[in-house]
């Protein structure tokens, strides 16, 4: 099966830093995506892991513990236009194609 | 370069019609995925297209069916629609689904938001 969790709401305050939590149980995994999607509009991507540690890329960074089935995103100097959907995406590998499977999202609200 | 484009943006029916909704995938993409997206809810994997081929289909009925072209452009149909078809339908697109890598990032289009009454 497959099954992919992350809080459904954070609040956090401009200039801050969050992090938010994704945990994982695929059939088969290669990778995972987290996605910013604003109210109305495409997700866009955000960040790949495929192994262990942190990727960093500017104010965003993701970290990935296959073992634990564990990843979070962090994101710095938090500004309002970062108030918006993350998502959190596995891509799970059977019959030898991928598709992503998504979590519901986590909504975070930037307040000033 | 153009990014994933998918038309109509809104898209009203009743229930029993059908829709068919279009993907262009971006420059260079030859495969594509689709998702249905309800309020509050993350993506559920539709189905994907690979030259011209459904590769690989989610927990969907037979309702739903698509269509991949040359061009590598896609459609979706729903047929008999339901109350609860109503969502925002997205595409993406991405390069070789059977390598490894950044190269697989799937990137969507704004969606189609179908609304059944």
């Known amino acids: 099966g497959q099954n992919i969790d992350q809080p459904t709401e954070m609040t956090a305050t401009e200039g801050a830093i969050v992090q938010i939590n994704c945990t994982y149980q695929t059939s088969g995994f290669n990778g995972l995506f987290w996605y910013q999607q604003h109210a109305g509009e495409a997700p866009t991507f955000l960040s790949y892991n495929v192994l262990d540690g942190l990727e960093e890329k500017g104010r965003f960074s993701s970290f990935l513990s296959r073992s634990k089935g564990y990843s979070y995103l962090l994101l710095k100097e938090l500004q309002m236009k970062d108030s918006a959907s993350y998502l959190c995406?596995?891509?799970?590998?059977?019959?030898?194609?991928?598709?992503?499977?998504f979590g519901t999202g986590t909504r975070l609200l930037v307040s000033p | 370069d153009a990014g994933v484009t998918q038309s109509p943006t809104h898209l009203i029916k009743t229930r029993g019609q059908q829709v068919t909704l279009r993907c262009s995938p971006k420059?260079?993409?030859?495969?594509v995925s689709w998702y249905q997206q309800a309020l509050g809810q993350g993506p559920q994997f539709i189905f994907q297209y690979y030259e011209e081929e459904e590769r690989q289909r989610g927990n969907f009925p037979d309702r739903f069916s698509g269509h991949q072209f040359p061009n590598y452009s896609s459609e979706l149909n729903v047929n008999a629609l339901l109350l609860g078809d109503s969502a925002l339908y997205l595409c993406?697109?991405?390069?070789?689904?059977?390598?490894?890598?950044?190269?697989?990032?799937?990137?969507f289009g704004a969606g189609t938001r179908l609304s059944v009454l």
């Open positions: 995406a596995v891509r799970d590998v059977e019959t030898g194609f991928q598709k992503l499977v």
């Open positions: 993406a697109s991405s390069l070789d689904p059977q390598g490894v890598g950044a190269k697989n990032i799937q990137y």
């Open positions: 420059s260079g993409h030859d495969t």
